[in-house]
């Protein structure tokens, strides 16, 4: 019922006030609640798991996105689900991630610390990967125009620095943050409801189209971030705590931000398709993850005895 009177409203929302004065504000809103559960302390692991950090670092801001490229190019789709198959990928770690990092037994400090770091760098890698997908699907025929400058300009202000904001307010009166973190986290769930009501409004008429065009290539590229993520920390042995982290992190993009991105920046609905699919089928196969890990560990605590 609830979900359907946001619909209802969101319909009525687009046929009179713009939704470019509203979505800033719900970005922003999202932010704020991420600031607010950061420290300065959030980053520290990155300082004595080098290693790890790098490996993230490759298998998330390159592997990952070059993956989207390819199979966005592979795939037939509209040029809108190409572009955003590539920004879904160029969004990463999931807040959630820590959640799903602590259950199957990770390197939970790790995984705050690249959550933490990750959705401040990515601000500068989105534009230039978005401008290159842009540029490369829809080519002379594309409706949306994207400047670097201009979107990095639009990303500190609505993304950074809410995120700062909610930072200074976590560092500067803890006990206020203690209290309302739970409010602010209600409040961000039912932005995000708002925002896929608004998607589901706007693109309505071709929605389920879209959803099975771009299924496929959000099942592989979730697929393929798992094994790229899970591979490459292989590869440079790291500890096992760590390889779970490093799988968990690269496959559990950040849909929401993606979502936001989409809608808010770029003004495309249809680029926000690709998000919601993934924010759906990472936590599928993020939970298989866990499962698997978790049987793992008891059959081997039980073949131990």
Aim: charged share 10%.
């Amino acid at each position: 019922m609830s979900i359907a009177i946001l619909v209802w409203g969101f319909y009525h929302l687009n046929a009179g006030v713009s939704l470019q004065i509203i979505l800033p504000l719900i970005i922003a809103a999202l932010m704020l609640g991420i600031g607010m559960s950061l420290s300065v302390h959030s980053f520290s692991r990155l300082l004595s798991a080098r290693r790890a950090a790098a490996v993230a670092f490759f298998t998330q801001f390159l592997i990952l996105p070059l993956l989207a490229f390819v199979i966005a190019s592979i795939i037939p789709m509209r040029s809108e689900l190409q572009v955003g198959l590539v920004l879904v990928a160029a969004c990463p770690s999931a807040s959630t991630s820590n959640l799903f990092t602590y259950l199957a037994r990770g390197d939970t400090a790790l995984s705050i610390s690249l959550t933490a770091f990750n959705k401040i760098f990515a601000l500068l890698t989105i534009p230039i990967y978005v401008n290159f997908a842009i540029t490369f699907f829809a080519g002379a025929h594309r409706s949306v125009t994207l400047s670097f400058y201009d979107t990095f300009e639009r990303l500190m202000l609505i993304i950074l620095l809410p995120i700062i904001v909610g930072m200074v307010i976590h560092y500067r009166f803890p006990v206020f943050t203690k209290r309302t973190k739970g409010m602010v986290k209600k409040i961000a769930i039912i932005c995000l409801i708002l925002l896929i009501a608004w998607l589901v409004v706007q693109q309505r008429h071709s929605l389920l189209d879209m959803l099975f065009a771009s299924g496929l290539a959000v099942v592989m590229l979730c697929v393929f971030a798992m094994c790229c993520g899970y591979g490459f920390s292989t590869l440079f042995k790291l500890p096992d705590a760590q390889r779970i982290t490093i799988t968990l992190e690269t496959v559990m993009q950040s849909g929401g931000m993606a979502i936001v991105i989409a809608a808010g920046v770029l003004d495309s609905a249809a680029m926000a398709i690709p998000a919601a699919m993934y924010s759906l089928m990472m936590y599928v196969f993020a939970g298989a993850f866990v499962l698997i890990q978790n049987t793992r560990v008891r059959m081997g605590n039980n073949y131990s005895l």
